[in-house]
């Protein structure tokens, strides 16, 4: 379990240790919205996952919690990119959650039961917290398009909504 714990927290150290290779303030409108794109998009990895794995209700509840939301918010980030005439941009660090994403969910796939909830409900909550620190610190004050930072002020208020929701799982979990 601790070397689960520690690849967990991969996630949460990935933007301290990109800062230095790599400085995420200097990233585009078009590269920001591919790292929150790709975010959204491991999290609802990460909650098909849980649905496949968990029986805990809660567990349940939060990871279709997690689709409906990230899925709502990628369509719109998408419709405003399509709007806008921009398309998002890959980059070093939409590379690095990918990458971490597949080792975490690999990680998540050898584990079941109470085992994996916790692991899931930790790591949402390690995860949440890493990437509303990067978009609330980072990210919306380096936008430059209006709307594209207003996106990412509404995104930030439903995903500070997860990272409680995900400390409440964790708690309960324990």
Do not use: W
């Amino acid at each position: 379990m601790k070397k689960l714990l520690a690849g967990i927290a991969i996630c949460g150290m990935l933007f301290a240790t990109q800062a230095a290779a790599n400085d995420p303030a200097e990233l585009s409108d078009v590269e920001i919205a591919h790292v929150a794109y790709t975010a959204d998009n491991l999290d609802i990895r990460y909650a098909h996952l849980a649905l496949a794995k968990s029986k805990n209700p809660e567990v349940r509840k939060f990871a279709k919690t997690m689709i409906r939301d990230h899925e709502a918010v990628n369509e719109q980030a998408l419709a405003l990119l399509d709007k806008l005439g921009a398309q998002a941009k890959d980059n070093f660090l939409s590379q690095k959650l990918n990458q971490d994403g597949d080792a975490i969910i690999e990680k998540f796939s050898t584990l079941s039961g109470a085992e994996f909830d916790k692991a899931y409900a930790e790591n949402e909550l390690a995860y949440h917290k890493a990437v509303n620190a990067l978009v609330g610190d980072v990210f919306i004050p380096n936008i430059e398009n209006a709307e594209v930072k207003a996106l990412f002020e509404e995104g930030l208020k439903i995903f500070k909504a997860h990272e409680a929701h995900a400390e409440m799982m964790v708690e309960a979990l324990n």
